[in-house]
């Protein structure tokens, strides 16, 4: 740092000047130290507040003399006319403060204003001179409280500030002034330094979300060539590269010496990206866009591209406000401005100034001929004479504007908030002060007698922790660093026919918000210089719902295709970097862009195959019972009493029961159905069966019987019918009474083995229980099968042992076919398979055992005697 090095030497050199010790007698500091120009104004108080800022832009010239190489009046031609506001907002606070009754009654402040030129050499200089008496350059000494310093406004952009710091820290006199990057270790160098900007982090953070809301990913970057640009750049980088946000190029370098550019090729690069951030200082920005402007102009070609300024820049005139012209690519740009509250007095305040009267403000003519483009005490070809009746409000808004500024705001909000800190503490130190003074005075000698005494070390303190309302109704609060609050304007500059500049708020960023949106922002608002949304993205589409990004090899993050979503996912939103699986309940629609919920898929009444199935099980329920009434009303007939009418009835009923069972299968599965319905099937089914195995084994018994000396007639009879239909059936109840205990059947909804639909099914809880069920059936089945084939040569006259082979070779064969058809569906076509199973394997039993007989009762009733019995061999 070049003033550093300058200010220690300036101590050493004018500190024996000053006395060590303090006389009792009058100060006799009588040396003066006296430039050649010296650019102030001053106004008497109690307590002086100062202030080092900049108006003029002064560019060096090459002088011989230091001295007047340092305070030379030769200024370059341009002035800062916007930065004067801020000049105004400073003496407008100070006058408001001072017509305060209650925040600072009886106190008068005063202030004292530099303008530096934004040269370091007159930063260091001037923050000497506040420090000494006026008129003496003796820094730290202030003869007989001659202007006492009660704290100092500036610098206005980082660099000033830190360079002031590091004088005024020195002597503990509160600075408030634009933040800069300092460490937890520069904090306890710098103790009296508090930020009067918003941070500037929370602007990189809304600089992203901007480019978020309009979905910009591929944009380019502009900064200066210096410490504040790689600090912007090192910082903004991590939170692209978070968003996936590229940069189409980040090599463009905005030096001092704008000439050194070739516009040639950095047209070229510009033309690589639609959006570009824009970073740097007043003079580096607008020194770019008026020769990029000119270079356009001298090519007789053009091109429009979306700026996004950062807060470092201030749009205002630079000199003559012609030269504005040049900077019509800024049309449509979107510039961050520091907050600016409404402070609904300043504008009359503008209003009131006289440039005739100016009482001691030097800067007021000067000014006022800059900005109205005229001279008080002559007149040129050019230019015509002031009348001092210009009207401020016909100023174009880039020249000057009577609302508030968010630089002037900031200055507004730091010198209430030294009055409030002053405040504190007379407000805590004052009567023990008065009672120290051991006489009575009036309320003002006291309050200034309190005033002279206060040091500006003491303001230090209060000001960590000040908190107020100021007038434009908004909450203002410093903390250790400063400003606490961080609010940042997004304005829309918009080019008029008129070739003015008209700014537009159209977002905020403000992390404190109560609406909890840190960013807002009204897009219709927004005026486009190319009339439409930029399409500021690597590549020539978006991705769009129902598809996912998939980057190529050795392309940025930005530049990706877009694939369709791999089954059973999708995507709900545009550019998704992955498509997510959708819940186990819900399935893809045919877009991928969002799911739906599965329909819960069962046998069910009102399905056309459920119908069907339930029409066929009331018909097979009928025809049983019928054959049962049948059966019942010829029950003294020989035909019914010779096929044992006891197994007749039994197996009649089994039938109608193994048909009803099936209603079990149909519906939605419940718990109770889940319980019932295998074991009420496998059981009933064991009882037909077992009837079917005790009616073959009484043809075989029988016959058996009527050989001489043959022993089995003892076992002819019911005992042995009853047992072989209750044993048969209660092993198998017994074997559903395990399964029911050990793993009984439950309710299930399988989402995966039908697409777009929930199987709503009965879990089996134990297969190996469920095998071992049907096994045992097949079981009886094939030993009835076997007893009554072997049954099949029999006499003619007990010839139904031909009609239950047959029955019986169609029982196990529906079963045979019914595993593989079973195990190879799901859903509800696996309970129709079963279904069906249970009524052919029915059916079979009722027409291959029951219709010969029907036949004969209903049709030949002739043959339904004993002596046709025993002639028909086929009975």
């Not at 030497?9 to 000047?17: E, H, K, N, V």
């Not at 982090?201 to 309009?214: I, K, P, W």
């Not at 203002?476 to 537009?504: K, M, R, T």
């Not at 049954?791 to 079963?815: G, H, Q």
Request: proline share 5%; net charge positive.
């Amino acid at each position: 740092m070049t003033g550093l090095p300058l200010l220690l030497l300036l101590l050493f050199w004018f500190l024996p000047l000053a006395s060590a010790k303090r006389m009792p007698s009058v100060c006799v500091l009588t040396n003066s130290f006296q430039t050649q120009e010296q650019w102030d104004y001053y106004r008497s108080g109690d307590l002086i507040i100062g202030a080092n800022l900049n108006l003029q832009f002064f560019e060096p010239v090459d002088f011989g003399d230091y001295e007047k190489r340092l305070f030379s009046p030769v200024f370059g031609k341009d002035i800062i006319t916007k930065n004067y506001q801020q000049f105004l907002a400073f003496m407008f606070a100070v006058r408001e403060v001072n017509k305060d009754p209650v925040l600072l009654p009886n106190i008068t402040l005063g202030f004292h204003i530099y303008d530096n030129h934004k040269l370091e050499r007159r930063i260091s200089f001037y923050s000497l001179f506040l420090l000494s008496t006026r008129g003496q350059m003796v820094p730290g000494y202030k003869c007989d409280w001659q202007d006492p310093l009660l704290s100092v406004i500036g610098g206005l952009n980082p660099k000033s500030s830190r360079l002031m710091a590091s004088i005024f820290s020195l002597f503990k006199v509160p600075q408030l002034g634009v933040g800069f990057e300092f460490s937890q270790g520069d904090r306890r160098v710098d103790p009296s330094f508090f930020r009067i900007n918003p941070e500037e982090s929370t602007q990189y953070v809304g600089l992203v979300q901007l480019l978020l809301h309009f979905q910009w990913n591929w944009v380019g970057l502009v900064a200066p060539e210096n410490d504040d640009g790689e600090r912007f750049v090192s910082s903004l980088m991590p939170m692209l590269k978070e968003k996936e946000v590229c940069l189409a190029f980040s090599n463009i370098y905005i030096s001092d010496n704008i000439a050194k550019l070739d516009f040639k090729s950095l047209l070229k690069t510009l033309l690589k990206a639609e959006v570009v951030i824009l970073f740097g200082a007043f003079r580096n920005v607008s020194d770019f866009l008026i020769c990029l402007k000119e270079h356009l102009v001298s090519r007789k070609s053009s091109f429009w591209k979306v700026w996004i300024i950062t807060s470092h820049w201030t749009f205002g005139a630079i000199g003559y406000p012609f030269r504005l012209r040049l900077l019509v690519p800024l049309h449509g740009s979107l510039h961050f401005r520091d907050h600016a509250g409404d402070v609904s007095e300043f504008s009359p305040f503008l209003l009131s100034l006289d440039p005739l009267n100016p009482q001691g403000d030097i800067f007021l003519p000067l000014w006022w001929e800059r900005v109205f483009n005229c001279l008080f005490h002559e007149q040129d070809e050019f230019r015509s004479q002031c009348t001092g009746k210009e009207n401020l409000q016909d100023l174009p808004s880039y020249v000057f504007e009577t609302s508030m500024a968010g630089e002037s705001y900031n200055i507004y909000n730091a010198i209430y908030a030294v009055a409030h800190a002053l405040h504190t503490v007379l407000g805590s130190g004052g009567r023990p002060f008065m009672m120290r003074l051991g006489k009575r005075i009036s309320s003002v000698q006291s309050w200034r007698a309190i005033s002279s005494k206060v040091q500006p070390w003491q303001l230090l303190a209060s000001l960590t922790n000040i908190k107020f309302n100021n007038s434009a109704g908004e909450k203002v609060s410093f903390s250790e660093n400063g400003l606490g609050s961080a609010q940042y304007d997004l304005i829309n500059w918009v080019l008029c026919p008129n070739w003015s500049f008209v700014p537009i708020k159209v977002g905020q960023i403000d992390p404190g918000s109560s609406s909890r949106k840190d960013f807002t922002i009204k897009s219709n608002a927004i005026t486009w210089a190319t009339l439409r949304v930029p399409f500021a993205r690597c590549g020539m589409k978006r991705c769009q719902a129902g598809e996912r990004r998939s980057l190529p090899e050795g392309e940025q993050v930005c530049c990706y295709q877009c694939d369709a979503c791999p089954e059973g996912t999708v995507s709900n939103q545009r550019d998704a970097a992955r498509c997510e699986p959708c819940p186990e309940d819900r399935y893809p629609n045919n877009d991928k862009d969002h799911c739906i919920t599965k329909k819960t898929h069962f046998l069910s009444y009102q399905d056309t195959l459920g119908y069907t199935l339930v029409s066929l099980a009331l018909s097979l329920s009928v025809i049983t019972s019928a054959v049962l009434v049948i059966f019942h009303k010829h029950r003294d007939t020989p035909i019914v009493k010779a096929n044992n009418r006891d197994l007749t009835y039994l197996l009649l009923v089994s039938l109608l029961l193994c048909f009803l069972c099936s209603f079990l299968f149909i519906g939605r599965p419940g718990k109770l159905t889940c319980l019932l319905r295998q074991t009420a099937f496998a059981i009933i089914f064991s009882l037909a069966v077992s009837s079917v195995l005790a009616k073959t084994v009484m043809v075989v018994l029988a016959f058996m019987a009527t050989k001489p000396g043959n022993k089995t007639r003892k076992f002819l009879g019911k005992p042995l019918t009853n047992f072989i239909v209750l044993a048969c059936p209660l092993v198998q109840a017994v074997l559903c009474a395990i399964w029911l205990v050990t793993s009984p059947p439950f309710p299930k909804m399988d989402f995966h083995s039908l697409l777009g639909e929930a199987i709503l099914e009965c879990n089996e809880g134990s297969a190996t229980m469920f095998y071992t069920v049907l096994a045992y059936l097949g079981f009886l089945a094939i030993i009835s099968f076997t007893v009554a084939f072997l049954a099949r040569k029999l006499p003619e006259s007990f010839n139904e042992a031909k009609f239950i082979t047959f029955s019986m070779l169609v029982f196990c064969s529906v079963w045979i076919s019914f595993l593989p058809t079973y195990l190879s569906t799901k859903g509800k076509s696996m309970v129709a398979v079963e279904i069906f199973s249970i009524l052919a394997s029915g059916a079979g039993l009722l027409a291959c055992i029951f219709s010969p007989k029907c036949f004969i009762i209903l049709l030949r009733p002739h043959l339904n005697g004993r002596e046709n019995m025993i002639r028909n061999k086929n009975v």
